[in-house]
């Protein structure tokens, strides 16, 4: 009898002590397993960043001190990410100490790692850039628009924060931060933070940024700019001469602030810029919370590319707000951003213009699909990215696949309940992270369970292609577009008059769709009547000299605008589309030429993604 109770009692121990340790567990281990950082934030952690910087445009350096209000759970030591950084000395609280750092990583660099006692509540690391940091671009007078003075932006998404910050930069990190930058009397300088609007005369700028945000986000941009407001919260930041273009063109940003907020509760961020860069900035926007960062190709003079300030303004919800754990939940950025756009832009210009968007975007889903053919694993929404650039990640699938998943869903549930339901998403998770597990646990919950609906989210989320129950998508524009181009094809005759009040959606589909026997006659009578060799708007010169790459065609001096346009522009998505097409025909060398000429103006993030596609090895 004394036995069995001796026995029972240990067992009895043993389980609540198993289950609390269990318990303790889950409380503490706030952060998911990480493949992109080296950091152990359950172990100890950053909270607020103050940065004291010098940009120095003679060296192409940034130099300065980072100090981070830290966590400490019981650890020794406290492991930062860097890479291509100089370390010079290590601080924690006021105590000089002996750090070190790891191997290097060609992807994610080097840990650092830092002694810390129970009790440390700051660590401070003096450091510099080097030439080799990729997140920084810096611009000779001669690559921005005024061509005046020197020009300097950074890129943190998705793990080059690291490059020009010593910092825990996995997106699952939210630091507040301050900053004191010193640059060149002549210049601004602006962040994803709270922002000057005139210069100052001796070149400092202190930034506070009040709300937490993940390392990715922290964004730079030093150059000759002014500011022009919109709205009381809204406003451009712009190259003198850009200025006033840019500003009508972006003059719906107010209106589109208020739909969004109408769609999908208030935005937080107080203020929403934009600041528009010189042409080598790699993407068309990237959303530095309260600034967003854009590439000037957007400014068309029609406001007909406008649904990228829409997309980054998205992102103050899906991203900034609710942000992806890792980069392999990077759909949970990017597909609700791509949904969110496009009702934004319903909200504003109506369904026509939101259904053209959402047929390019499944056109360029159906051009990955088959670009992916060899490895269907890459279709899939959830992705495994460990041991591989997250960049490999960055595509098509994650943005249109994404949406294409949310809009089937809003269709099966019926909008009332899928704003309802996104609304409370984006409410009862502002700040925090979101893993593609949890989301599904919460939509399971809060919208399908709640309906009683059955919906297949784990074949859209961790299946290869295209679930059959797709929503489908149709416009009337486009139907008419595609009928003018078979009669073009058939006749041999352009009609002018049917494309007399064509949108930049509508050319795009037209272009995108010439079929493969189209000869280079007809290029040429396309030419001729439409003159898309000289067009102005970027995206149609972009989709025009992709196919006229393709097919051959070389009249008007076709040879001449891409190879300008090349140079000039560093947006990765339009080169490395142009690129391809000289790839996929054969015409590597011709390629190549021009690749030498125009790779130096380009960020690292594009010139890495061009190496690639031409198999370029830099000497
Ligand atoms: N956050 C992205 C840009 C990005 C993605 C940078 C991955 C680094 C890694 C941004 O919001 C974006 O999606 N930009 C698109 C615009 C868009 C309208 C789809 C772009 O740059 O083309
Ligand atoms: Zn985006």
Known sequence: M??????????????????????????????????????????????????????????KQIKGTATYDINNNDASVIVLDTKFLEIHKVFADEKEVKFSLGSFNEQLGSALKIPIGVDTKTITVHYNTTEKTEALQWLTPQQTADKTHPFLFTQGQAILTRTWIPIQDSPQIRVTYNASVKVPNSLMAVMSAQNPKKKTTDGIYNFKMRQAISPYLIALSVGNIEYKAVSERTGIYAEKSLLEKAHQEFSDMEKMVSAAENLYGTYDWEQFDVIVLPPSFPFGGMENPRLTFATPTVIAGDKSLTSLIAHELAHSWSGNLVTNATWDDFWLNEGFTVYFELRIMEALYGKDRANMLALI???????????????????????????????????????????????????????????????????????????????????????????????????????????KNQSKITSDRFRGVEKTLSEFIRKNKVD????????????????????????????????????????????????????????????????????????????RWYVSTIFKAYKNSDKVAEAMAIYKKARPNYHSVTANTVDDILGYKAE
């Not at 240990?10 to 990480?34: A, P």
């Not at 984006?426 to 700040?431: G, L, N």
């Not at 003159?531 to 001096?557: C, H, P, Q």
Request: with cysteine.
């Open 361 to 467: 975007g499944r056109q360029d889903l159906e051009e990955e699909l088959e670009g992916f053919k060899d490895s269907p694993e890459d279709t899939k929404l959830k992705l495994n990215l460990k041991g591989r650039n997250p960049d490999d990640g960055m595509n098509s699938i994650a943005y249109d696949k994404g949406y294409l998943f949310l809009r089937t869903l809003e269709e099966t549930v019926g909008r009332e309940r899928f704003d309802t339901f996104l609304k409370n998403y984006f409410r009862s998770h502002a700040f925090s992270t979101m893993t593609t597990e949890r989301f599904i646990t919460y939509l399971n919950t809060n919208l399908l369970d709640k309906h009683q609906v059955t919906f297949n989210t784990e074949e859209w989320i961790y299946k290869a292609g295209i679930p």
């Open 2 to 59: 004394k036995k069995i109770n001796l026995l029972s009692f240990l067992v009895l121990i043993c389980l609540t002590s198993c289950s609390d340790s269990k318990k303790e567990e889950t409380m503490t281990k706030k952060y998911v397993e990480e493949p992109h950082s080296f950091a152990k934030p359950n172990e100890a952690v950053v909270t607020h960043l103050n940065l004291d910087i010098t940009v120095d445009f003679g060296t």
């Open 496 to 571: 002018v008059d049917m494309t007399k009040d064509w949108t930049t959606q509508e050319w795009v589909h037209f272009v995108r769709n010439f079929p493969k026997e189209i000869t280079t006659d007809q290029l040429t009578l396309i030419d001729n009547a439409f003159d898309l060799t000289n067009s102005n708007n970027s995206y149609i010169a972009m989709v025009w000299f992709e196919k006229a790459i393709t097919y051959d065609y070389r009249g008007n001096n076709i040879d001449d605008n891409i190879e300008a346009f090349l140079t000039n522009v560093g947006r």
